[in-house]
């Protein structure tokens, strides 16, 4: 038999540093929630498998935030504050709160499978206006408040924390909760938060898991070496000037490697550079900071080698040696990696564990002996998957450990076991997402943060170069500074990304800053008091102008002939992750008094794989249910029509009619006849797309909830629409 694969896998965990340091205020929960969720599951589920093998990377800020919860008294999380309130004691304002904020779970997995969290959403209503929060409050009782603090923190309890025995009965309950079952809740969590490091701690005791680091306040280390790092990969890109801060990217990594060593009594061997940002400067300095391996992404890898073959070439680690020093690194298998983050909780989880095998199997087969890295969010998929993750976890484990093609590794054991034998004469200067460092720097709102910082900075050298400063305040400021370069402010900067708390990101990073000067002594520029951040309107779903007419022949015939179609906005539909690869670049509906048209625009990286095996699903649901379903047979025009099917009695979906009006080429057109979807003239209808590989769902558009139109009659003039 030949030699297994090495599976090594790393979850990495991080959250920014809401702590304000000053006053003891954390403005946002997510420490505390994801405490109770990601972080303990992931041990649990260690814990269940004791022969399974991985890495967990803990930013160290976020290991300094769960501590702070344990041992500072000062603590004011807002969140808990409002929660632990009496719900009779409430104000206006809190309950307004309440209204806006305790509704911010994933509705799909963790609002709807409880039906008394359910009803407080449909009290509440979806419209998150200030005058329907306010219209809200007013349908609310002092129970309904009560109920409502209690769902809150429970939807974020994972599968771990709801097996709890404290915990089922509320659960069965579901509504009219006590102050006194409200109390429980809160306890458990915070019992749960100060379990969370121990927890970590036991796992690396146990030589199985691996803990691995990050920089300190988990800054973008290139761009903080300076500019001219920046422009190798972004050479037309608008920079906000020219600034070096290569002392600051030296101290992000000595102090998270020092406060890793004071926490869990070793150093560490490996770091999960943040974003996977890497530049040649970088290894001098991770290597002087007894660092033996680092991560990034294989895009990284294919730009480092002259003629790099993906199959050939990803599947091992690699010797980089920079300037004298050298440092063990892993390329991320991009693909694998999206499909645990994104791909699979679309999906039931023993065939996402079957899809997930099947891939590993075909590596194995072509690379004995070889090294597969799988590296992801540790934190943020698990609010997507129905059972945050329980049964695909488990089934994967339980695969793993058992299937002898694989071994399950920590990164340290890959690298000890199968020292890197090729040596990387270039290290491509990127980050994994598109292997530059745009999502940080080059937009307007990116390019004024960095601009402020580097104006806070040039004011903390000259105070520092006064000597009038004492020690401590000059440390208290720096330490402000380094807060102020985490990743995480300039993340939610511009359009990549967006989130209901970008107003909050922004009063954050600018806190920060207005931090330093007030360690210094100084009054607070006025240039800190006007937001970086503009709120823009966020419309993810477009309606239709007016009645279309499109040519179906797969084609963009004309420009105009989709000019008044309805979209989807795939470019917004982005937050706290990043999907690598985005099945649609653009997707159109719309429709004249008999028919529905749907335009499908493939991305490029579909264009380039051909979108092999690729099909495309279509739900709809007005009346009754209809599903269709076609190959993304792109530039072979072959796909003229296709069966729709409807489920009969016992649950089969049969046909009940054929369209012909389908076709592929460039893109994918659709007519879809009223007729057969059985709805008539001002009747709701629903529809989503999946983009299917067999019965593995690679994408859905729209990625959550349902497109709904309003099917026109005689008098139409306008749509109504919503998802």
């Not at 304002?93 to 806006?100: H, P, V």
Request: with cysteine; charged share 25%.
């Amino acid at each position: 038999m030949s030699e297994p694969l090495r599976v090594a896998i790393l979850w990495h965990m991080h959250q920014p540093y809401y702590l304000d340091d000053l006053t003891g205020r954390v403005s946002l929960p997510w420490v505390r929630l994801h405490a109770t969720k990601a972080y303990t599951d992931l041990t649990t589920m260690l814990q269940r498998h004791p022969e399974m093998a991985c890495t967990i990377n803990v930013v160290p800020s976020l290991l300094a935030q769960l501590q702070a919860y344990d041992e500072r008294e000062d603590i004011q999380d807002d969140f808990l504050t409002v929660s632990r309130k009496e719900a009779d004691e409430l104000d206006d304002d809190e309950k307004l709160f309440l209204m806006r904020c305790f509704f911010m779970s994933n509705w799909d997995t963790m609002v709807k499978r409880h039906p008394g969290y359910t009803r407080l959403l449909e009290r509440r209503g979806r419209a998150s206006d200030p005058d329907s929060l306010r219209q809200a409050v007013e349908r609310f009782s002092k129970q309904d408040l009560l109920d409502l603090q209690v769902w809150f923190n429970l939807s974020w309890f994972g599968f771990a924390a709801l097996h709890d025995e404290r915990i089922a009965p509320l659960l069965e309950k579901g509504s009219t909760f006590t102050e006194v079952e409200k109390n429980l809740v809160l306890d458990v969590q915070a019992e749960i938060l100060g379990e969370v490091i121990p927890g970590w701690r036991k796992l690396l005791d146990g030589s199985k898991v691996e803990i691995s680091t990050s920089p300190y306040y988990h800054p973008i280390l290139p761009i903080l070496i300076g500019t001219d790092i920046v422009r190798r990969s972004m050479p037309d890109a608008t920079l906000p000037g020219d600034f070096s801060f290569f002392e600051d990217a030296k101290a992000q990594i000595e102090r998270g490697v020092a406060y890793y060593r004071e926490l869990f009594g070793r150093a560490p061997v490996g770091i999960w550079p943040s974003e996977g940002s890497v530049c040649p400067e970088l290894v001098p300095l991770l290597a002087d900071a007894g660092l033996k391996w680092m991560a990034t992404d294989e895009a990284v890898l294919m730009r480092s080698l002259a003629d790099g073959q993906r199959e050939h070439d990803l599947y091992q680690p690699y010797r980089a040696l920079m300037n004298g020093s050298e440092i063990a690194v892993f390329f991320r298998d991009r693909y694998l990696s999206d499909l645990v983050g994104f791909t699979y909780s679309k999906n039931p989880p023993e065939i996402a564990v079957e899809s997930f095998i099947g891939h590993l199997g075909r590596i194995a087969k072509n690379n004995p002996g070889g090294t597969v890295s799988i590296i992801l969010d540790g934190e943020n998929p698990w609010e997507y998957y129905p059972d945050s993750g329980e049964g695909f976890l488990n089934g994967l484990f339980k695969h793993l450990v058992q299937d002898d093609r694989f071994r399950p590794v920590s990164m340290r054991q890959a690298q000890e076991e199968a020292p890197p034998t090729r040596t990387l004469s270039k290290l491509h200067s990127g980050s994994w997402i598109n292997a530059n460092y745009g999502i940080w720097i080059g937009g307007p709102e990116e390019n004024q943060a960095w601009t402020v910082l580097n104006r806070t900075r040039g004011a903390l050298e000259l105070a520092e170069q006064s000597g009038k400063i004492a020690p401590e305040a000059l440390q208290e400021a720096y330490e402000q500074l380094y807060q102020a370069e985490g990743s995480d402010w300039f993340w939610w900067y511009d359009d990549d990304f967006n989130s209901e708390n970008d107003e909050e990101f922004d009063n954050l990073f600018r806190r920060k800053l207005a931090n330093v000067y007030h360690a210094l002594g100084q009054d607070t520029p006025a240039f800190l008091d006007e937001p970086i951040h503009v709120t823009r309107e966020n419309i993810l779903i477009a309606q239709p102008l007016a009645l279309i007419q499109p040519t179906i022949d797969g084609q963009v015939t004309e420009f105009y002939e989709w000019t008044d179609a309805g979209y989807i906005d795939v470019s917004k539909t982005r937050g706290s992750m990043h999907l690598a690869k985005n099945t649609l670049q653009a997707f159109y509906f719309g429709f004249d008094r008999d028919n529905l048209y749907l335009r499908l625009d493939p991305s490029e990286e579909c264009v380039m794989q051909g979108a092999q095996d690729l099909h495309v699903r279509i739900h709809l649901c007005g009346q009754a249910e209809r599903m269709l379903q076609f190959p993304l047979a792109l530039g072979q025009n072959t796909v003229t029509g296709c069966e729709m099917t409807a489920p009969n009695d016992q649950g089969v979906w049969e046909s009940v009619g054929k369209l012909d009006r389908v076709r592929v080429d460039d893109v994918a057109e659709i007519a879809i006849p009223f007729a057969l979807l059985d709805v008539r003239p001002g009747q709701p209808l629903w529809f989503v797309v999946h983009i299917m590989k067999g019965e593995i769902t690679e994408d859905r558009f729209p990625k959550n909830g349902r497109v709904l139109i309003h099917v026109p009659d005689e008098n139409y003039n306008s749509i109504n629409w919503s998802v």
